[in-house]
């Protein structure tokens, strides 16, 4: 199976907001089809990394880009589930109209394309939200705005996505179904999945490796490897049992074994 | 007279026998589409205070015009509107204080800069026919300006709408999605102030936000997608704004006004039957 970028690399990005050091020399490798959790404290700039790998606030240092012959690629697909959506509840649009935003430059307002119909309906399916097409958009739950969104975000299939803090609003049920969708997407489409959340246990279950950040990467590695880490079970206050559960569950991480990282400095 | 003339003047729509009611019943027709269409972004986008200080900005473009000897301000007016529009969006970008706070000292500052100018050796009182408005006073060339306005809207919204709705929404994941947000709001924000200042002299200072916003605010009510409600939007817009200039022809009152207060019925009427 291929992935169109192999992997994404992220070499000492620093970010500074309002004057103050939110990030410095965050090193991380993503490779593609891998799950990877990023945990920290709150205010240990999780957001922020994610929106400086979707270059939306200025940062020093570099993000590659690889795709599965090593060549950079300067704008991979990026489908990006944002931590809370702030919107008008009451702004008349449809889910449609959301894709139509995102993918179709026919107007809206002369009625939909029956092709971005098509295409928004495979992608709702995708994520059990096939029903959702023409409600209003203030009008969802949480739980349906998050799989409206993921489904937004898979649609064309990006590269990488990322998700941040996709459940916080959401019931439990929603958020094993959530994270069982996000595990099916990844494997049906090999996609590199980033996933900043608070939740050890659904990281433990879901990540191939996970990340602790805190302003910088403290830890990183295979999932059960870092919920071992003294460092991280002090922060959290978790014992062994989520290490063990971690490593009970089958992994998928270096996959990309033609991913020739040191290439790129 | 011919037939048709002789039916219309005896009929219900007498008040449309004399040439400057033919003028602004089609100025009102264009200006019912223009204003229903950016008014529905303008509500959503949550820029409804944004395009009051626009109009209030008006009164510097007069001043300015005026100062610079140019025979009719219009142009001065445009210019300093869009000046003023892309100036706030840019403060508004640094983040220096809050988005209503920015609005409301530029257009403070804009009108006192304008009554500063216009009352200059006490004579502030020739410019209120901006502050009311008349449309009958409309003419041809007039009419033709404003057509080529409406076509322009109508080609960016046509071109546009689909960015501009997403960047409205929410636009983090509008940038996510490689929509140029920053652009496409100073794009439409440009068009705004070249729609309010053209129109200000027909429409009047006073009134002319409410033009642009009710409407829009009553099709909210109603629409339950983007596409009902930009149509709604230009059918309130254009209801109202015959129902109003032929309602200001028996009064006898300005045009401008009574179509807004027709526009408001509107409003109150959707806000009864308002979606769930």
Same mark, same amino acid.
């Given at each position: 199976m291929t992935c169109g970028a192999c992997c994404t690399k992220i070499v000492k990005l620093g970010a500074i907001i309002g004057g103050r !050091?939110? /990030?410095?020399?965050v090193d991380l490798h993503l490779h593609c089809g891998e799950l990877a959790a990023v945990v920290g404290p709150n205010g240990a700039g999780k957001t922020t990394l994610l929106r400086a790998i979707l270059g939306e606030v200025p940062h020093s240092g570099h993000v590659h880009f690889l795709d599965s012959g090593n060549q950079r690629r300067d704008r991979p697909a990026v489908g990006y589930v944002p931590q809370k959506l702030e919107?008008?509840?009451? &702004? +008349? /649009?449809s889910v449609l109209d959301l894709f139509a935003g995102a993918l179709?430059?026919? +107007? &809206?307002w002369l009625g939909h394309r029956p092709g971005l119909v098509g295409q928004a309906e495979r992608s709702l399916e995708a994520v !059990?939200? #096939?029903?959702?097409?023409?409600?209003?958009? #203030?009008? /969802?739950s949480g739980g349906e705005l998050q799989r409206v969104l993921l489904a937004l975000a898979i649609t064309p299939v990006p590269d990488l996505l990322l998700l941040d803090e +996709?459940?916080? #609003?959401?019931d439990a049920a929603g958020i094993e179904s959530f994270h069982q969708m996000v595990s099916d997407l990844r494997n049906r489409y090999h996609l590199s999945v980033v996933l900043v959340t608070h939740d050890l246990a659904q990281a433990a279950r879901r990540a191939d490796s996970i990340v602790f950040l805190n302003?910088?990467?403290i830890v990183q590695g295979p999932a059960a490897e870092v919920l071992a880490d003294p460092r991280v079970r002090q922060a959290f206050g978790i014992g062994p049992e989520l290490a063990a559960e971690a490593s009970g569950q089958p992994r998928r991480s270096g996959r990309c074994v033609d991913c020739k990282l040191e290439g790129v400095a | 007279m011919t037939g048709w003339e002789s039916w219309v003047a005896s009929?219900? $729509?007498?008040?449309?026998?004399f040439g400057f009611m033919r003028n602004a019943l089609a100025a009102v027709l264009m200006l019912g589409v223009l204003y229903g269409m950016l008014g529905s972004i303008v509500v959503s986008a949550q820029m409804s205070f944004f395009s009051d200080a626009i109009g209030h900005a008006a009164l510097t473009g007069i001043a300015i015009g005026i100062l610079l000897g140019l025979g009719n301000p219009v142009w001065a007016m445009a210019a300093f509107a869009v000046l003023l529009a892309l100036a706030i969006i840019r403060v508004q970008r640094m983040a220096a204080a809050s988005a209503d706070t920015i609005i409301g000292l530029f257009m403070a500052f804009a009108v006192a800069l304008g009554v500063v100018l216009l009352s @200059?050796?006490?004579?502030?009182? @020739?410019?209120t026919r901006f502050l009311i408005?008349?449309?009958?006073?409309?003419t041809r060339p007039d009419l033709w300006w404003l057509a080529a306005l409406t076509m322009v809207a109508i080609a960016f919204l046509a071109f546009s709408y689909n960015r501009i709705v997403l960047a409205g929404f929410n636009r983090p994941l509008a940038r996510s999605r490689g929509v140029r947000e920053e652009l496409w709001q100073g794009a439409f924000a440009a068009l705004v102030a070249a729609a309010v200042t053209i129109s200000i002299q027909w429409v009047?200072? $006073?009134v002319i936000n409410s033009l642009l916003i009710l409407p829009a605010a009553a099709a909210r009510n109603l629409a339950k997608d983007s596409r009902q409600y930009l149509w709604l939007a230009v059918g309130i817009s254009l209801a109202s704004g015959v129902a109003g200039l032929a309602a200001s022809y028996y009064w006898g009152t300005a045009s401008g006004a009574t179509i807004v207060i027709i526009a408001m019925g509107f409003f109150l009427v959707t806000l009864a039957f308002r979606r769930k």
């Open positions: !050091e939110v /990030l410095r020399d919107f008008d509840h009451t &702004a +008349p /649009l179709s430059r026919w +107007p &809206a !059990e939200a #096939g029903h959702l097409i023409r409600r209003r958009v #203030g009008q /969802l +996709p459940v916080s #609003g959401i302003r910088t990467v | 009929g219900p $729509l007498e008040w449309l026998q @200059r050796g006490g004579g502030f009182a @020739r410019y408005g008349d449309i009958l006073g409309i009047g200072l $006073l």
